[in-house]
């Protein structure tokens, strides 16, 4: 599902009616130049949250390339609109002027974002919310069983920073947490929606005013701290008074770091006064906070380490990953992948379980396990997987492509061929699913001679496609099938000799070749 592009937003109000939205919860994230913390934002609430609904604007980083490939993996959990018109951010002069029913308004985006949610409670999550998993899922399993009315649970994260002489994460004294009454779970109204802030209309947040009141605790790490620009670049500079209360958090930081004894010395410690919800998660519990940071940039080196075909520098850095957050879906997932084509397949296996035991609506993790199966000629667990991926994803021509393959290895050719011809109806030029549909055809005599031409020649050119990158068996496959349905054409015999010495030749000398799937 591609990126919505929003030209002219409109807000529906009877969007924000109780009575029209489902029962669950929406994660809000309102998103510009946040590609420091996102994917591991995301990756921390996916999993505590029914929907996930992303709007972006004006950025100028890989924001928007991040969002694109997590809204492919989670699809439809994960809804993306770019938000096209000018937005003006807060502690900017027009945000201040603007009617919130101006469209280049903060508050009117705010909306907008709010209006595509489709739950009954719905939580703001920012970009440097990096949330504490095991206390979100928590919340999500008791929210689901306990759904609340007219009801805002606030919470805190606590501020990080780093300090040179200092292993761990440190906290300041002066400024210990973020989230002081803005910050909740709430139940969505239309007088409980987004607003200009009463007490300083530079800001924007949400009127929760004739909700019921109760404390969550500490559930997330505010990285904001953490970012090269200590996250001054969301904000405008039009007021004095708000820059100076930015910068003088920064200039009188009193860093200590974030150890057991800090934690449980001040135990008690409670950022906002109001009532305690019955789940509520103290200053004393929080878990260590280890690779809040650092975790994004291993798996980007890993990734460049990947491309290069450094797959032992690769593997140790998802390895490095793991060792900071043993359950990290996109580390096992990718690890899962590379250990594959290094040949250990039931390593593989078990890696890609992981993921999904973490991520169970992955549909590119069931879709990688299903390939894998596949390859292995474990045919039944293959389609059981593929199917998985087809409840998630139920437009994917390539999943119903590799089905219909599965069944084809089989000898099921009348399943193969509704597969294929399904791939062809969701996406009518697709070649690899056309050639197959071909191939099952001529098995049961139903191709006319001038098809077998146009068939042979086909096969000949995916053969060549998957020789440019090393997939010499596919190769070879594609070009013998080429000689079935054209035992004259002289380029697949050719091609079929060279294939086959370039395959010998990398059985005797193994190479780090990454293999496309």
């Known amino acids: 599902m591609a990126i919505i592009q929003v030209e002219h937003p409109v807000i529906n109000e009877s969007s924000f009616e109780p009575q029209n939205r489902q029962d669950g919860i929406s994660g809000v994230m309102l ?56 937005v003006y951010s807060p502690n900017t002069k027009e945000q201040l002027e603007l009617d919130v029913n101006n469209i280049n308004s903060f508050t009117f985006y705010s909306n907008f974002n709010l209006s595509q949610t489709r739950y009954k409670i719905c939580v703001v999550i920012n970009g440097d919310h990096v949330g504490i998993p095991e206390y979100l899922k928590k919340i999500y399993n008791f929210l689901k069983t306990n759904p609340l009315q007219n009801t805002a649970l606030f919470f805190s994260g606590l501020n990080l920073w780093k300090h040179p002489d200092y292993s761990q994460y440190c906290i300041s004294l002066k400024d210990i947490a973020l989230g002081d009454g803005d910050l909740a779970y709430w139940t969505v109204s239309p007088n409980h929606i987004f607003v200009k802030n009463s007490n300083n209309p530079l800001l924007t947040i949400v009127r929760c005013q004739g909700l019921e009141y109760y404390y969550l605790g500490f559930i997330f790490w ?60 103290d200053f004393e519990s929080l878990p260590e906070v280890v690779g809040v940071d650092s975790v994004i940039e291993i798996l980007q080196q890993a990734l460049q380490h990947y491309q290069a075909n450094r797959f032992t520098q690769a593997e140790q850095a998802y390895h490095q990953v793991l060792n900071i957050q043993p359950e990290h879906p996109e580390a096992l997932y990718r690890l899962g992948i590379l250990t594959e084509q290094m040949g250990n397949y039931q390593k593989a296996e078990e890696l890609l379980s992981r993921a999904l035991q973490v991520q169970p609506n992955s549909v590119l993790t069931w ?15 293959a389609i059981d997987a593929y199917r ?21 290895q089989q000898g099921e050719w009348d399943k193969a061929i509704a597969c294929y011809e399904k791939a ?76 086959l010495q370039q395959s010998i030749l990398t059985e005797l000398q193994p190479s780090q070749t990454a293999i496309a799937k």
Request: net charge neutral.
């Open 367 to 381: 879709f990688s396990l299903a390939n894998l199966r596949q390859s292995q000629g474990q045919f039944t667990a």
């Open 388 to 408: 998985q991926a087809l409840k998630l994803r139920p437009d994917s021509a390539p999943i119903y492509n590799n089905l219909g393959y599965t069944f084809y």
């Open 31 to 86: 998103i510009h130049n946040e590609a420091e913390f996102l994917a591991q934002v995301i990756d921390t609430w996916i999993d505590a949250v029914d929907e996930l609904v992303i709007v972006f604007n004006d950025c100028t980083d890989n924001s928007p390339e991040i969002i694109e490939e997590y809204e492919r993996k989670y699809y439809p959990k994960i809804r993306a609109f770019h938000y096209l018109q000018r």
């Open 222 to 281: 505010h990285t904001r701290f953490l970012k090269k620009d200590y996250g001054q670049g969301n904000y405008g500079v039009y007021s004095e008074n708000l820059n100076q209360f930015l910068e003088s958090k920064i200039r009188e930081a009193k860093l200590v770091p974030l150890s057991l004894q800090f934690k449980q010395k001040n135990k008690g410690f409670q950022y906002i006064s109001y009532r305690r919800f019955s789940l509520y998660f």
């Open 424 to 499: 062809l109806e969701l996406k009518p030029k697709f070649i690899e699913a056309d050639v197959n549909l071909g191939n099952a055809l001529h098995i049961q005599g139903k191709l006319l001679p001038e098809q077998q031409i146009h068939y042979g020649m086909l096969n000949c050119q995916l053969g060549e496609s998957r020789s440019k990158i090393g997939d010499w068996q596919t190769a070879i496959a594609y070009y013998r099938q080429a000689i079935v349905l054209q035992p004259d054409l002289v380029e697949a015999h050719h091609y079929l000799s060279v294939a």
